[in-house]
């Protein structure tokens, strides 16, 4: 199956907690992205990677930290979550200046 | 700041008729513009798009208008069926901007009546 794929689906954890999400795409793009919607339905870009450069860094808090390790692979990992991060994370791909993005199946957090 | 804006947050349609979707921006930058449909669960899906050198784009049952003087797009599906039903999001870039950022709406719920 050509996708885009995330693990894990669900994630609930404490406050304070680290956790990470991963992202693959095996559609050959050189792109990836890190979307967060929140519980307003918002759909906000967070990150983008091009052949594991980072390009887009929306003001998002430093506790949020991407990997790239290879341009088919987009981890986000979360240091000392807070009440405010659940949330569904998305991870998309493309390729460079390719405006139709792909989409994840999205990880939905909890944070109790 | 909303750049991009979906004012209805959902739409019931008879199975059969048209459904339009409309969505609304302001950042007179955007010249390229898409729609993605998504199912609950599921990420969204790229429907259809177009580009602020056009006004229409077709592609089967959905065409997409763009309105550049009044900063408007709609998302015609001619005929509706059940299986449309799902929340469709308008997104924004600046296409062949050094970042392809989107920027999307919050999306309107399509409910189509069997």
């Keep these: 199956d050509t996708a885009v794929s995330q693990t894990p689906k669900y994630l609930v954890t404490q406050m ?4 990470s999400i991963k992202c693959e795409q095996n559609l050959g793009h050189d792109t990836m992205y890190w979307y967060k919607q929140d519980s307003k339905k918002f759909l906000k870009i967070m990150f983008s990677y091009n052949n594991k450069e980072l390009i887009i860094n929306e003001t998002v808090p430093n506790r949020f930290s991407p ?3 290879d341009k088919a692979h987009l981890n986000l990992h979360i240091n000392s979550l807070e009440l405010g991060d659940s949330a569904v994370y998305f991870c ?4 460079f200046l390719g405006n139709e993005q792909f989409f ?5 957090l909890t944070v109790l | 700041d909303q750049q991009v804006k979906q004012n209805s947050p959902s739409l019931s349609v008879q199975e059969g008729r048209i459904s339009i979707l409309n969505c609304d921006y302001t950042n007179s930058m955007f010249d390229y513009f898409l729609w993605y449909k998504k199912y609950p669960a599921e990420g969204p899906t790229f429907l259809i798009s177009i ?3 056009k006004d229409k784009n077709e592609d089967g049952r959905f065409t997409v208008f763009l309105n550049k003087s009044a900063k408007h797009l709609s998302l015609h599906i001619v005929p509706s069926q059940p299986g449309d039903s799902a929340v469709y ?3 924004a870039s600046n296409y062949g901007g050094a970042t392809n950022k989107l920027i999307f709406g919050t999306g309107t ?3 189509v009546q069997p």
Excluded: E, V
């Design chain 1, 16 to 19: 304070g907690n680290d956790k």
């Design chain 1, 67 to 69: 990997k790239s390790p």
């Design chain 1, 92 to 95: 998309a791909s493309s390729n």
């Design chain 1, 104 to 108: 994840g199946p999205g990880t939905r």
């Design chain 2, 51 to 53: 580009s602020s050198i």
């Design chain 2, 89 to 91: 999001f308008c997104a």
């Design chain 2, 109 to 111: 719920l399509l409910a």
